[in-house]
């Protein structure tokens, strides 16, 4: 009675601290009663080691009938890498790049890398003593990976976000600001769900920016920043439509960015427990940030980045594909077949382009224009206008962004 238990209502605690786990807690059935409850088991250590959010855990390894953690305070991650300051009483000082790598991906350790880690960082690493020794399921260190993940920092080299905000969001009454925000919640979760029929794969995680949202696909690699990227362009074609139904100020105004860069990945602290949600901060979310401020209503930027991502080659191999945002744009024009069966407010979608703006050529065709953009700090970035034309079999097409001669009619008035 005890497995059964736990089996259920346990794993499903542990399930429900990310949406990656409700898919990890499905394969978990597959495993024996005893397993499961040691899982549960375990997490209720790692909560503990945790400790209200006092400590931060870094790294494991299974050893005999249990295994290691590495358990930090939350403060010292940052120290770790700051100029040594004579207090004795302070960690030694370790390369930035040490940390980063430790707080990167996979989070399992060798034995020998844990005992040179736990030297290097001062700490003496914690044994955690298991209702029966590991037996390394593929599904089990999964869920693991996610609850040391859960309870730490994690950095991410190239991570896909875009960035909605709702136009005048500040001049709106407090009420007004309520059901725009309740909209763009809907119209995120309405693409989600088209989504998810055509079976594309999106890992969606939202964070807040006051006016808007980051949004950003939790899975990695290319195809997964590819499926973001037409994730934006659903949402704002779901927020297009509702806006030509509405007769009032209850559907935003959008503007929108997407970019590729680092974040660190992280779980606040509410209440005795970390967050079902996920946060993130780093150069992508400054770049959008910035970004933002000097975009249109109606705009869509896409930031000036190089990439290194996962992804596969010609022959289906996976390889590090380096991009930048002219080719990713590219490769998420010919991605769109996947779509094919998207319905828009009723209407079969017939087909969809994505491109970045430029001036007309003599030759007939565009170039590519890269804007360059001065924030309120003085500092400069590029980045490109992007439009996406959304074509239905028996209605109007739907077009998303701003021409490139309206804008440059709006730097250059008559």
Request: proline share 4%; net charge negative.
């Amino acid at each position: 009675m005890e497995y059964d238990e736990l089996s259920q209502s346990g794993i499903r605690r542990i399930a429900n601290y990310s949406p990656y786990l409700d898919q990890l807690a499905g394969l978990a059935s597959e495993m024996g009663l005893k397993q499961r409850s040691n899982l549960v088991h375990l997490e209720r250590c790692l909560h503990e080691e945790w400790s209200l959010g006092q400590n931060s855990i870094l790294s494991w390894t299974p050893l005999d009938d249990g295994m290691l953690v590495l358990v930090v305070p939350h403060y010292a991650i940052a120290e770790y890498t700051a100029a040594p300051s004579g207090d004795s009483r302070m960690p030694q000082r370790v390369s930035a790049a040490f940390i980063t790598e430790l707080i990167s991906g996979n989070r399992q350790l060798t034995l020998l890398q844990m005992q040179k880690v736990a030297r290097l960082l001062q700490v003496e690493p914690k044994f955690i003593t298991l209702r029966q020794p590991l037996d390394n399921h593929p599904v089990e260190t999964q869920i693991i990976e996610k609850m040391i993940r859960r309870y730490g920092i994690n950095y991410v080299a190239s991570r896909a976000v875009t960035l909605f905000d709702i136009v005048g969001f500040g001049l709106l009454t407090p009420f007004e600001q309520m059901t725009q925000l309740n909209s763009l919640s809907y119209s995120l979760n309405s693409s989600h769900a088209k989504m998810l029929e055509l079976d594309v794969g999106l890992n969606f995680a939202r964070s807040s920016s006051g006016d808007g949202f980051y949004i950003w696909n939790r899975d990695n690699g290319l195809e997964a920043n590819v499926n973001l990227y037409h994730f934006m362009h659903l949402v704002l074609a779901d927020n297009a439509i509702a806006r030509s139904k509405s007769r009032s100020k209850t559907v935003p105004r959008l503007r929108a960015c997407f970019h590729v860069g680092s974040c660190y990945e992280f779980h606040q602290a509410e209440g005795l427990n970390p967050t079902i949600h996920d946060f993130i901060v780093g150069d992508v979310t400054i770049e959008l940030a910035r970004m933002i401020e000097a975009a249109m209503p109606g705009q869509i930027l896409v930031g000036d980045f190089l990439a290194e991502l996962r992804g596969q080659t010609p022959d289906e191999t996976e390889s590090q594909v380096h991009l930048d945002a002219v080719t990713f744009l590219q490769r998420a024009q010919g991605n769109l077949a996947k779509l094919s069966g998207l319905v828009l407010s009723g209407e079969k979608v017939s087909a969809i382009k994505c491109y970045l703006t430029g001036e007309r050529l003599e030759s007939g065709e565009f170039n590519i224009r890269k804007l360059s953009i001065r924030d309120k700090h003085g500092l400069t970035r590029s980045a490109y206008n992007a439009k996406v034309n959304i074509y239905r079999e028996n209605a109007e097409p739907i077009l998303l962004g701003i021409e490139d001669r309206k804008l440059a009619a709006a730097r250059d008035p008559a």
